[in-house]
């Protein structure tokens, strides 16, 4: 037999056992600590414990139980990541303040098939050129009528470009 007690958390009432609770307890203290510098320290920490309501309420209704156990908070926990995770600010701001710091990255083309007229070749040389697809198709128009190299061009990035599967891909910022 173990010791229950009675928690509301998210505007949620949750049953969790002790040493659960000891545990989700020491996991919030360190989220308020870590984005205590934060301005929006409060509505960051009211959402994270928001999720954590939501995904104990999935866990007792799946579960069919009513008592959030250690294994549940280590999960959800798991999920949510750990507090030595989370990015700081300084690591945040520093790839946004440095737009040259991944210029000598390479990058990989990829056709954009959702976003693609025909095939996602524009599209897709859009992404990786950081440039709009638009001009990329007018170029490839143009060529057309110039001895017909912007067909064949065309042609050959459709068979030579794989498509792209994933945003990231998309992107062209798989590396």
């Known amino acids: 037999m173990k010791k229950t007690l009675i928690i509301n958390i998210g505007n949620s009432i949750i049953h969790i056992e002790e040493d659960a609770y000891e545990v989700l307890t020491a996991y919030l203290n360190e989220i308020k600590q870590h984005f205590a ?11 994270i414990e928001n999720r954590i309501a939501e995904m104990f309420t999935e866990i007792l209704q799946a579960g069919q139980k009513q008592v959030i156990e250690l294994a549940d908070v ?3 926990i798991a999920q ?12 945040e701001e520093a790839p946004a303040a440095n737009n040259f710091a991944n210029f000598g ?20 040389l859009g992404h990786y050129l950081n440039m709009e697809a638009r001009w ?6 143009v060529l057309f ?31």
């Open 80 to 91: 949510m990541g750990r507090v030595q995770d989370f990015q700081t600010e300084e690591e």
């Open 145 to 175: 009528f110039v001895g017909g190299t912007g067909i064949l061009a065309y042609i050959i990035l459709w068979i030579a470009t794989p498509r792209a599967v994933s945003r990231i891909r998309k992107d062209g910022n798989e590396r």
């Open 37 to 47: 510098k934060n301005a929006d320290d409060f509505e960051i920490v009211t959402d």
């Open 105 to 124: 990255a390479e990058k990989k083309l990829y056709r954009d098939t959702d976003e693609g007229a025909i095939a996602g070749v524009c599209a897709g």
């Open 136 to 141: 990329l198709r007018l170029i490839f128009f």
């Open 74 to 76: 280590e999960g959800v």
